[in-house]
């Protein structure tokens, strides 16, 4: 019972806050707000004894990803620009959307169902060996590292090559910034445009 | 910020403890909730918040440019190590029990260096992203 009221409160919060951000047009504001979103999402994970989700969402969501929006938010203007007037269509595809969403709903298998197809395939062997047969005790430590090592190890390098692909570009076009203020200052004649795509190419490869 | 007492100090207080908590998460994952994602989320975190205090360029003295892209690279490569490692000693890819031979500490090693690897990619990657977000602006700023 007090799960059940713990969990409206939190759900009318995250749709609370869900509409604010869509109505807010400060960034600044709208990603403290999907900061509040993810740690708001997190406590609901904690109720549903998901703690290692609601650790992760904690950390990434509300954490990391809000000081990485906030870096990158003095790339863009502070507000959003209005947009005057509605257009119907979307309208009439979001309603439609939402419409087949909550009919996909009521078709789900009820909270906690034991019966269901997600609890009925290998799940019920990674309950039953994880402990005894692989002598670790978290399951979904097993679940990430030794049943399904294959899917970490592409998440790994799905944020390998976001890494990647962010410092080609920024850091590139830093350097780059550096190289011809660097040559303005020395005025050397002719360097500033000879040295632009050198610098480039050596910051795309370091 | 780098003038503001409160700040330094909080900031040089709360440092160690980060990355404590940070090393705690990584290699407790297969007792407790945690696990290489997370606590390299909370090292990073660490170490962005003394740059954030401190300034980038006392940052990028702690770990440079290019000592950073070597740990992404480094993670990724322990991960398909020991992946390549199990192969060897004549079991599946990523099948950990062939590393020591028994069930129990072959896993838990397995597990704790491929997580090891993990966290290390996450840390350098959630690194190297702020800094270049927060690097450029400081660039176009000056």
Redesign the interface.
Known sequence: MTALVIDIFLLALLVLIAVMVVRTARLFAVIVMSGAYSLTSAAIFVNLDA??V???EA??GA??ST??FL??M??VPADEKPRGNHNLVAALVCVIAGMLLLGAVIELPTFGDIAAPVHQHVAPRYIAESGS??????I???V???YR??D??G???V??T???G??M???G??RT??MK?HSDKVSRPGSPKSAAPKSRAKGGS? | MKNNPVFRVVAKILFAPIIMFGLY?QFH???????G??AG??I??AF?LHALVFGLDAGRRIIP??VN?WM??L??LI??GV?VATMMKGGL??D?TPLTGS??SG??L??LL??F??GL??T???L???H??????E??R?
């Open positions: 703690v290692d609601a650790f992760t950390a990434v954490g990391i000081v990485l870096a990158a003095a790339y047969a692989l002598h670790i005790p978290n979904v430590t097993t990430l590292a030794s090592g294959f970490t190890l998440e790994t390098i944020v390998f976001a890494g990647l962010v410092l570009l920024l850091a076009i830093t910034h550096k203020r370091a | 998460v994952g297969d007792f407790g909730p945690g696990g994602f997370q989320v909370i990073a975190a962005i440019l290019s892209i992404m690279v993670g990724v991960y398909g992946g890819f990523l950990y069930v129990g896993q838990h397995g597990i491929v997580e690897g993990v990619t996450v350098s990657v959630m190297a992203l702020f270049a977000f927060a690097g450029f602006v660039e176009r000056k």
